[in-house]
């Protein structure tokens, strides 16, 4: 366990807060996006019911996966499809990469697929040289500065439309200054255009595979994931092994539930569905494992693979709203990433859990109703467990506990602060460990304690 | 071991507990006006929806549309109802469609709920069409129309080897700080003829 | 019927009147209570950091502590949702354990539910902004979460809504967390605070005389924040309203 690679969720959060103008700016941004979204849930009258039904069909479907699996692979094959499995991200990365050079492709597009980016797609197939575009408005803005997604469904949620229009006039030469949204996303219209119209093959993720037929879902608002493999003719389509339903017939469910929590609107501008490859073309499925069969088998955790990547509980927390995602250090922020991240790495990612004030927004906003809330209290179990947590909180929660266990030593103590508090003088009191006391004012300490009080009004 | 044995038996040897399925029967959200839900969604996802009476021209129709008028190179795949003046069937590869301003297309039904239109790729030799063409149109008759997605998919039989997809509103993003624009990547509008809809109509 | 009062630990230290104030209010509708003065913490602090070991004592001397009464009456709806939902984790099987376990109530749900009380009498015209704690909101369903899609309901507000002269303040934001969270508080100082005073600017938008909660521990950080930045917006905890109390005089400036 390296602390060195230790990630610190506080101390970003607190760099980001600091700007007060921006860290309001983000909230509201990302508050707005929740309230779009409650009143698309408002406008469906049966909305639990579909959030339950929802988790029930993930349910049935991780305990049958294997199953699943095997039937989407043979549906697939059968309308033409090629099925590779990768147990681990190189094995992803890899098969991508020979499939490219199989085909002679070096010049590829890419839409959005959060898959990708948890095994580092892009870095690997720049490394061999393959030039690597990704398509969706957001994500090419943030590749452009050299950034990560900073959310799953709005990955330049954290920057400010001036800053697209410096980054755009440094690479997709519109004027200086400029900073109109209409305007740049026009010219960045123009320039992945020409990038789709250049590209060998299209790289997708997917939103849900169909066992029984074999079929890839695929959502979109700007059309760029079919813009990119309707063009080349090699389309790969790389997916989680949790993102498989059973029927036709869930998506109703899902797709009724998706764009609703991701955004407010009832259904994104186009939801394609892939049963084999274009007619002349190209269709490679990459089936992903990398640590999804041993969340899995883990029952604390295994409803997190029910995601079905929504962001709505990114959108809700009031964390990460005033945190920013870059503050979490790692692929998925919010509340679903503090569970999955600390699932694959404890060490690094630590903090995460304790990135939340278990207000169980999140678990009311999904669409799964995963119980993030209730995971993410059991993580902090994990992280305590597995020695991770610093030696001063573990030591305050020891003394805590034993001066609770014993009544007199917790009357004993809680008497002599409140008779301490008063008489020390204020800078004393607030000192600089003394973290509450930076922006708030103590309690005023009573002199008696409630049970004083109550045995002299009513006896013992 | 090869990767898919390994993942299949990491997944074997840790069985879950058996959850059935759901039964999705419903009832699930109708409408009294499924045409009136479909044009007020489809309005405010930004598409345009216009009404074809039994008899009357669509050609006609699609005029009050400026990108129609002003459309050199139109591409219609539905050239028994409206012609359009670039064929598809002359383009050897989906790039050569690349400077169409405006492409009209089949659409088989309708949902209400959501603005969507169901599309598939039969009768469109470069399914790219759908996305390179600067503006689209869609046809659709006013009586195929369902209420909502689960009705949908209950007229949805995927063949073995295929592409459909729903379409609902023109291409947009709200990536540059939350601001929405219309026309993403894909078509800057989307126009959906609903033909025979002098008449409010039930749903399918 | 037995009610044994569970009376919080920073309460019973740092806010004794909110205690005084619950058994008035329970002596109101005829409940006599018992103050068993073995209790001491239900164990949340440590639970909260992962620190199961620690929190198992704690847990345990609850139960020892509780298991003879017909209720337990508690105006904290974190503790309450401790005892509810997460102390299965440490006392599952325990003889005694289901019935305390479901006869543990938050002081509004169980006025609500169990007293059946529907309207409370007593005069309180001041503007009143209910801040919607999270615990029991969300694990005690005090009322229905702005994210559900369900009839709505309010426990808390059908209470003080009783009381003459009252009006309760609209919030843009009506149940986002407060920012304290525990230990959240400290370790997350930064963002707690920064959340805790959107909560207070969103009240004073709302023209909010005073800030009521069933969680003390909610008021006491907004309480702090509002004190150290002058904004003059008290806080009283609803067993204090309901009790009867006046508004809080002037608060102590920094």
Redesign the interface.
């Known amino acids: 366990m390296s602390r060195a690679a230790a990630h610190d969720h506080a101390s970003q959060a607190a760099a980001f807060v600091s700007d007060s103008r921006r860290a309001h700016w983000h909230d509201q941004a990302l508050w707005f996006v929740r309230a779009k979204r409650d009143k698309a849930a408002h406008g469906v009258a049966e909305w639990e019911r579909l959030r339950e039904d929802a988790a029930a069909i993930k349910r049935h479907t991780l305990a049958r996966l294997a199953e699943y699996l095997e039937q989407f692979e043979q549906a697939a094959k059968g309308c033409g499809a090629h099925v590779h499995w990768a147990a681990t991200a190189e094995d992803h990365n890899r098969i991508v990469l020979d499939i490219l050079r199989e085909h002679q492709a070096r010049r590829v597009v890419k839409s959005k697929s959060m898959l990708t980016e948890e095994c580092e797609l892009n870095a690997y197939l720049t490394g061999n040289g393959i030039d690597v575009v990704d398509t969706d408005l957001g994500e090419r803005i943030v590749q452009l500065r050299g950034e990560s997604p900073s959310h799953i469904v709005l990955p330049a949620i954290h920057i400010t439309k001036e800053e697209v229009g410096d980054t755009f006039h440094r690479y997709l030469g519109t004027d200086a200054g400029a900073s109109d949204p209409t305007y740049l996303a026009e010219a960045a219209r123009g320039h992945l255009r020409q990038k789709f119209l250049r590209a060998d093959a299209g790289i997708t993720g997917v939103n849900f595979a169909i066992a029984e037929t074999g079929g890839l879902v695929v959502c979109t608002n700007e059309g760029n994931a079919d813009l990119g493999v309707s063009l080349p003719s090699l389309h790969i389509a790389c997916m989680g092994i949790e993102k498989l339903i059973p029927r036709v017939e869930d998506l109703g469910v899902f797709l009724r539930l998706l764009a609703r929590s991701a955004t407010g609107q009832p259904i994104t501008a186009y939801t394609s569905h892939f049963h084999g490859p274009n007619p002349g073309g190209d269709l490679h499925i990459v089936l992903v494992d990398n640590g999804r069969s041993g969340i899995r088998s883990r029952p604390k955790f295994f409803d997190a693979l029910r995601c079905i990547r929504c962001g709505a509980c990114m959108n809700t927390c009031p964390v990460y709203r005033r945190s920013g995602g870059d503050s979490y250090g790692a692929t998925i922020p919010g509340p679903i990433g503090s569970v999955l991240h600390p699932l694959r790495d404890i060490a690094t990612h630590a903090s995460l859990p304790y990135a939340c004030s278990l207000c169980g927004s999140c678990s009311d906003v999904c669409p799964v109703r995963i119980p993030l809330h209730a995971q993410l209290l059991a993580m902090r179990g994990e992280v305590a467990e597995s020695g991770e947590l610093a030696w001063s909180k573990r030591m305050l929660m020891k003394f805590t506990s034993v001066v609770l266990r014993h009544t007199w030593l917790y009357r004993v103590a809680g008497g002599a602060v409140r008779w301490m508090v008063p008489r020390l003088p204020r800078r004393v009191v607030y000192n600089r460990w003394n973290i509450w006391g930076r922006n708030r004012e103590l309690p005023d300490m009573p002199r008696r304690s409630f049970r004083a009080l109550y045995r002299r009004r009513h006896g013992s | 071991m090869?990767?898919?044995q390994?993942?299949?038996a990491?997944?074997?040897?840790?069985?879950?507990?058996?959850?059935?399925?759901?039964d999705?029967d419903g009832p699930?959200?109708t409408y009294e006006d499924p045409l009136g839900q479909f044009r007020t969604?489809l309005q405010a996802?930004g598409g345009l929806a216009v009404d074809v009476a039994d008899g009357e021209s669509p050609d006609a129709a699609l005029r009050q549309v400026a990108a129609y008028r002003d459309a050199r190179k139109i591409c219609s795949l539905v050239p028994d109802i409206i012609r359009g003046n670039v064929s598809m069937d002359g383009a050897s590869s989906?790039?050569e469609l690349?400077d169409i301003d405006f492409c009209i297309a089949a659409g088989q039904f309708a949902v209400a709920?959501?603005?969507?239109v169901w599309v598939t790729d039969q009768n469109a030799?470069?399914?790219?069409i759908?996305?390179?063409a600067q503006h689209l149109a869609l046809i659709v008759s006013a009586r195929d129309i369902v209420h909502?997605?689960?009705d949908?998919?209950?007229k949805?039989a995927?063949?073995?080897?295929?592409?459909?997809?729903?379409?609902?509103?023109?291409?947009?993003?709200?990536?540059?700080?939350?601001?929405l624009?219309i026309?993403?990547?894909?078509?800057r509008s989307l126009t959906v003829l609903l033909v025979g809809s002098s008449m409010r109509s039930g749903a399918g | 019927m037995r009610v044994g009062l569970f009376i919080p630990c920073y309460i019973d230290q740092f806010f004794p009147d909110v205690g005084l104030a619950t058994v008035e209010v329970l002596q109101r509708f005829g409940i006599a209570v018992d103050f068993p003065s073995a209790q001491t913490c239900c164990g949340q602090p440590m639970a909260n950091s992962g620190c199961t070991n620690e929190t198992r004592p704690l847990a345990e001397k609850y139960l020892q502590t509780f298991r003879d009464y017909d209720y337990i009456v508690c105006p904290s709806g974190s503790c309450v949702a401790m005892v509810r939902h997460h102390y299965s984790h440490y006392l599952q099987e325990r003889p005694g354990f289901d019935h305390v376990q479901s006869r543990t109530f938050e002081l509004c749900e169980f006025l609500v539910d169990i007293v059946n009380v529907e309207s409370i009498e007593g005069v309180f015209p001041h503007r009143v902004g209910v801040h919607q704690s999270c615990h029991g909101l969300r694990e005690l369903r005090l009322a229905n979460s702005s994210e559900q899609v369900v009839t709505p309901f309010n426990k808390i507000a059908m209470l003080i809504s009783s009381l003459e002269g009252i009006q309760v303040t609209r919030l843009t934001r009506p149940d986002e967390c407060c920012g304290f969270g525990g230990t959240f508080s400290v370790f997350e100082e930064a963002v707690s605070t920064a959340m805790g005073m959107d909560r207070l600017r969103d009240h004073q938008q709302a023209g909010t005389e005073v800030i009521t909660a069933a969680d003390m521990s909610c008021l006491m950080h907004l309480d702090g924040l509002s004190r150290r930045n002058a904004m003059n917006i008290p806080v009283m905890h609803v067993a204090q309203i309901l009790a009867g109390r006046p508004l809080p005089k002037e608060p102590v400036t920094a």
Request: hydrophobic content about 35%; glycine content about 6%; proline content about 10%.
């Open positions: 090869d990767p898919k390994t993942i299949l990491r997944l074997r040897d840790h069985p879950l507990e058996d959850v059935p399925l759901p999705l699930w959200t969604t996802v989906p790039h690349e709920e959501n603005a969507a030799r470069h399914r790219v759908y996305f390179l909502n997605l689960h949908a998919y209950r949805i995927f063949a073995q080897r295929g592409y459909g997809l729903f379409i609902s509103g023109p291409s947009k993003t709200a990536d540059i700080e939350q601001s624009v026309g993403a990547h894909g078509p």
